[in-house]
């Protein structure tokens, strides 16, 4: 963003300087785009300014807190005060337009009372002439000016009917000689009094039928101009910005007065839109230009409180002070509240302060550092925790100190074990061998061992110790080293004859039997292949059944006798078998068949012998990788359980 600014920088200054000294080049627009270009940049520093003062304002707990009680208690106060005034001014502004309704309304029943009056005295005096009427209309006007000083536009009509069914044609007026109104159109001539909209002004208009010799009509009309505005005015207090009908040289009409508001809190700002009848067609105009016809409002709250709301009544002072009594209330409790939110703040914020300083010197390593609590709260109680895990972690150190020592100790002991295992597959002429071993923990109590003769004959063994971890794998090193002293040797020197395996698995029985715990023993089968007789004699020990898979059949090899180490006397069968090529024996430990998936369902021995029965044409090596596949498949990433071991032998041609 520096190299982006930077650049929008020089493409501002360079537009700049193209502008001021050649003003006609398109390359001026590169003034606009710098000027672009910087405003991202400015909006992007704003916005990683204010993270960053988000960001250090609310670390602390304290500005956490007292945010949050912002958020919970003043925001909302504030959000209900807000809705509170506005409804208070939405009441009493649309108040204030009735206010001046009514008073347009006053207005509009002076005229017709006017008029009214005018009747009754003509019909009174028995008037028939025209001359007689107009007397009686300059007496009346005078009268009206006299009592509603302000209205001295008044102007009073009289239209005769000359010829039958003809139209009203003025006759007379006061004051003399004025021409107020033109013509009476035909909706009016029934009768009518109100306020009208005539050739964009206002005006207040009552026409009244006269039975006289000579049909008439009795007109009279007020305009709504400055003087009725100013005549209101004095009555009500209420100041008025008409629009243009009322005042067409005004330069600020209705609706501009109104948005340029004034007053204070004791003000009401309100506006008054009015509905006129059209003189032309007698209807109501309701949606008149709002140039013409709306009126902004100002009035002292206090004078439409107790003059209009509550006229002539002590209910509104009751009422006023009530409201007064639940605002002193409201903030006595808001400031109580607001008092108390800081006192709880100050104590929380003061032990989370004692908690991370504590944190702190532990990081340092002074691990008996306590930290000092007086009250009986939870964060009293977290104080007193941290102290005494403070005071344990010394002890806890030395514990992990010892348990590195040991993992250390385990993992030399892996290393040792997995020297036990076979090196390398030795090369035997038509043979193939694959073996491998996945321990469940560091160290594994299964055991497997290739151990050649030369190129013609080797002994294969396979082994499960009871138990996992430690003990069986030095039981497992205890097994290898009964095999390879008490059998190896022993058979170099006197051959393989007959029930040499057997009488094998029965000194390894007695060695484990003498030399290990009662409740600990082990499962194996022991083996020699001979290729130049392609002869496997054997002896299983309590094992899983090794699978030889010759032309399609499976046989289970499960001669043997009980497993090692339990009994010390015990007599071991063994069987010879003799193989043909391409036929294949899989040894393997409970580790592959009792896997479980995430159901608790085993791999079982069924699902072993189908896919080796399927895959027999593979070499070893790829058979073992293929079983070892299908159970990590199976257990779906599950935990090993147990030791998993297999062990591939096929005959070649």
């Known amino acids: 963003m520096a190299r982006f600014t930077l650049i929008s920088a020089i493409l501002y200054l360079s537009g700049l300087l193209i502008r001021f000294t050649m003003p006609e080049t398109i390359f001026a627009i590169l003034e606009e785009a710098g000027l672009v270009g910087l405003a991202i940049a400015g909006f992007y520093y704003l916005f990683q300014l204010f993270k960053r003062i988000k960001r250090r304002m609310l670390w602390k707990v304290r500005n956490k807190i007292i945010i949050s009680y912002a958020f919970v208690g003043l925001i909302p106060v504030s959000i209900l005060i807000f809705m509170g005034w506005f409804s208070f001014r939405l009441i009493f502004g649309q108040v204030s337009a009735l206010y001046l309704d009514n008073e347009i309304r006053a207005v509009e029943d002076l005229v017709e009372d006017t008029q009214n009056a005018v009747a009754v005295d003509f019909y009174a005096s028995q008037a028939r002439t025209g001359a007689r009427l107009l007397e009686l209309l300059q007496g009346h006007r005078a009268r009206f000016i006299n009592d509603h000083p302000g209205l001295e536009s008044l102007w009073l009509g009289l239209f005769e009917q000359k010829a039958s069914r003809g139209a009203y044609k003025f006759t007379g007026a006061s004051p003399d000689g004025s021409v107020g109104l033109a013509a009476i159109p035909l909706w009016a001539q029934k009768g009518f009094h109100g306020l009208v909209h005539d050739a964009g002004r206002l005006y207040f208009r009552s026409v009244t039928p006269l039975r006289t010799a000579v049909p008439a009509l009795l007109a009279l009309q007020i305009p709504f101009d400055d003087q009725v505005v100013r005549y209101i005015e004095g009555r009500t207090s209420i100041d008025l910005s008409p629009p243009l009908s009322v005042n067409p040289t005004a330069q600020s009409p209705g609706q501009t007065g109104f948005f340029q508001g004034g007053g204070g809190i004791g003000t009401i700002n309100w506006m008054h839109i009015v509905s006129p009848v059209d003189w032309q067609t007698g209807s109501t105009m309701r949606f008149l230009e709002p140039s013409l016809s709306l009126f902004a409002i100002t009035v002292p709250l206090d004078q439409l409180y107790y003059d209009f709301y509550f006229q002539e009544t002590n209910l509104g002072q009751f009422l006023l002070n009530i409201m007064g009594f639940l605002v002193i209330v409201f903030v006595l409790v808001e400031g109580v509240s607001l008092f108390i939110g800081i006192v709880i703040a100050r104590t929380i914020t003061r032990s989370i302060q004692s908690l991370y300083q504590g944190t702190r010197r532990i990081q340092k390593g002074e691990f008996g550092y306590t930290i000092t609590s007086k009250g009986a709260d939870q964060l009293d109680a977290l104080a007193g925790a941290f102290n005494q895990m403070s005071q344990s972690i010394a002890g806890l150190m030395t514990q992990l100190s010892e348990k590195e020592r040991l993992e ?97 698995v029965a000194e390894i029985n007695r060695h484990l039997y003498a030399n290990t715990a009662a409740d600990k023993f082990a499962t194996m089968v022991f083996s020699h292949f001979d290729s130049t007789s392609l002869q496997l004699t054997y002896c299983n020990a309590g094992h899983n059944p090794p699978l030889l898979i010759s032309n399609g059949d499976v046989d289970r090899l499960s001669v043997g006798g009980m497993a090692v180490g339990l009994f010390e006397d015990c007599e071991y069968e063994e069987e010879t078998v003799r193989l043909k090529a391409n036929d294949l024996l899989v040894f393997y430990t409970d580790g592959v068949v009792e896997a479980e998936d995430p159901r608790g369902e085993q791999f079982g021995e069924e699902k072993l012998v189908d896919l080796v029965s399927k895959n027999s044409f593979l070499t070893s090596d790829d058979i073992q990788k293929l079983i070892l596949d299908e159970v990590g498949s199976f257990a779906k990433g599950l935990e090993q359980r147990d030791d998993i071991t297999v062990v591939v032998m096929r005959v070649g041609e």
């Open 408 to 504: 250390k100790e385990i993992e030399i002991a892996r290393e040792v074990q997995t020297q036990l295992f076979p090196r390398r597959i030795p090369e035997i002429n038509h043979l193939q061998l694959a073996g491998l071993c996945l321990p469940a923990r560091m160290v594994s109590g299964d055991y497997y061992d290739f151990v050649p003769f030369g190129e013609e004959q080797v002994d294969v063994v396979i082994g499960d110790i009871s138990g996992k971890g430690i003990s069986a794998a030095l039981l497992m090193a205890s097994l290898q080293s009964a095999i390879r002293t008490h059998v190896i040797y022993r058979a170099t020197s006197r051959g393989y004859e007959q029930g040499h395996i057997g009488e094998a």
